[in-house]
């Protein structure tokens, strides 16, 4: 698309590593007159792509994350902007010490190269580490950095040499109109005056919900503060060729990371109390003091965390050389339950959500939901992630704030499988829900039903009738 036009195929609002992977997939799939917009300057307009870590491990439980991080760091690597670097995942506790070898097992289902060593032996990858503080750890020799910014980039550009995007940055999006019936989309109006479309994909970040209330639609997001130093420069690290030479560390208890950055070592943490922005709050290019996304740092919330920084990695941390050079309270997006949030929006109809997205698996998504957009079943199955799956009740700012604030600290912790949300339970009651509760019932929640599972008044019949229970050896 060579002139701008008031006309698209598709609008994408976002140009972070999500709205640029999906554009670039679109036009490889043959679409034409698309058009990109962000209400930021290029190449980086101020999202949470800007100021990301940029690490990526392979691990998860959940096989989608799982096949959506290995997409993306096969896309990463084709755009030449990956550096395999290798990372650890540290236990200083026995109970870590165990979540480390369930992750081995789940890291040996989906085909991923891995190693359990012993503080001598993480010692060797990471020599200035603190042994005594650590128990056994967990090696990724996969795990890599990326240039995000520059990824986003080279995809944009690829979709505009195939002449199949518009790019119009410093453009922000006013509305979204519907159909009369208010059902479908029929254009998207911004600064830059109005385009017709019957298509706009919402890939937004921390902006997302906002941008899908426009047009009556919501996208259970919110926006969350987390918070990172960088600290240097580090003698250690003076002769660094390139941005890094040690493995990533996932210091897993206390639920931060230390990563190197040329010569600083950058320190974050998911410990510190959970910190909601409303999207209306979040301030303009014009008003930030680095970037809407990177937030003035609060020193007294992050103080606890540097203090077990320094103590696994007291060599170079405590080294009165060096200092705090950059420190930010960053945005991110959280959902309810952890997931992505994608698909065509239940409330109207070509209108796409994109969006909950972090760097590790943004092309894979943006491949997924261009397949999708394009009529066909994504390779990789991403129904865990369907902003369908939501009921009614999961979609109002109180649920999505308050399981986000409960999410936020387990983003390193140990969950069970079946583990259970405390916070917004009771929502959906029986006729008979406060029988059950006398008779002791533990519940389990479904779709925001409280289903008993078992009754603590049953439990003399363990002793009554418990050797004509068939054994269960497998338990």
């Given amino acids: 698309m060579s002139e701008s036009t008031n006309q698209a195929s598709a609008v994408i609002v976002g140009a972070g590593i999500v709205g640029n992977s999906l554009a670039y997939h679109l036009a490889r799939l043959g679409w034409r007159d698309l058009i990109l917009v962000d209400k930021g300057p290029m190449p980086n307009p101020g999202g949470s792509t800007g100021h990301a870590s940029n690490f990526i491990f392979p691990i998860d439980y959940s096989k989608m994350m799982a096949q959506l991080t ?104 006013l509305g979204i109109e519907l159909s009369d019936d208010a059902r479908r989309v029929r254009a998207v109006r911004t600064t830059a005056g109005d385009i017709n479309t019957d298509i706009c994909a919402i890939c937004g970040g921390v902006w997302s919900s906002r941008v899908a209330e426009m047009a009556g639609a919501s996208i259970p997001l919110t926006p969350v503060v987390h918070q990172m130093i960088s600290v240097g420069p580090i003698p250690l690290f003076a002769d660094t060729v390139g941005e890094i030479t040690y493995p990533v560390v996932r210091d897993m208890d206390p639920n931060m990371y230390e990563r190197q950055h040329g010569g600083d070592m950058e320190v974050g943490s998911y ?13 303009s290019n014009e008003e930030a003091v ?147 509760r006398e008779l002791g019932a533990v519940f389990f929640e479904t779709v925001g039903w409280e289903r008993p599972f078992w009754y603590e008044s049953n439990e003399p019949l363990l002793e009554q009738y418990g050797e004509r229970v068939m054994p269960r050896s497998a338990e």
């Fill in 70 to 173: 290995d997409d993306s760091s096969a896309q990463f690597k084709d755009l030449g902007v990956f550096t395999e670097s290798g990372g650890l995942e540290i236990a200083r506790t026995e109970a870590r010490r165990q979540e480390l070898r369930r992750r081995a097992s789940a890291a040996k289902a989906w085909g991923i190269p891995y190693e359990l060593l012993s503080p001598s032996g993480v010692a060797k990858l990471v020599p200035f580490i603190n042994t005594e503080a650590i128990l056994e750890g967990l090696y990724l020799p996969t795990v890599g950095v990326v240039d995000s910014l520059r990824a986003g980039t080279l995809m944009r550009e690829r979709a505009q040499q195939m002449g199949a995007l518009e790019v119009r940055a410093n453009t922000e999006v």
């Fill in 271 to 283: 410990a510190h109390r959970p910190i909601l922005v409303p999207p209306d709050e979040i301030p």
């Fill in 290 to 436: 680095l970037s809407p996304t990177e937030m003035p740092f609060t020193k007294d919330d992050f103080d606890p965390q540097l203090q077990d920084a320094l103590e696994l990695m007291p060599e170079i941390l405590g080294d009165e050389k060096v200092g705090i050079r950059y420190a930010i309270n960053g945005l991110i997006s959280m959902t309810p339950d952890g997931f992505p949030v994608l698909g065509e929006t239940p409330e109207v109809k070509g209108l796409w959500s994109v969006a909950a997205s972090w760097i590790k698996e943004g092309p894979g998504i943006g491949r997924a939901v261009a397949e999708w957009m394009n009529g066909n079943a994504p390779e990789i199955d991403i129904h865990e992630a369907d902003i369908a799956r939501f009921y009614d009740h999961q979609r109002t700012r109180h649920h999505v704030a308050a399981r986000a604030r409960e999410g936020y600290n387990k983003m390193y912790g140990i969950v069970h499988p079946f583990e259970q949300w405390e916070l917004q339970r009771s929502t959906r009651l029986s006729p008979v829900y406060h029988q059950e």
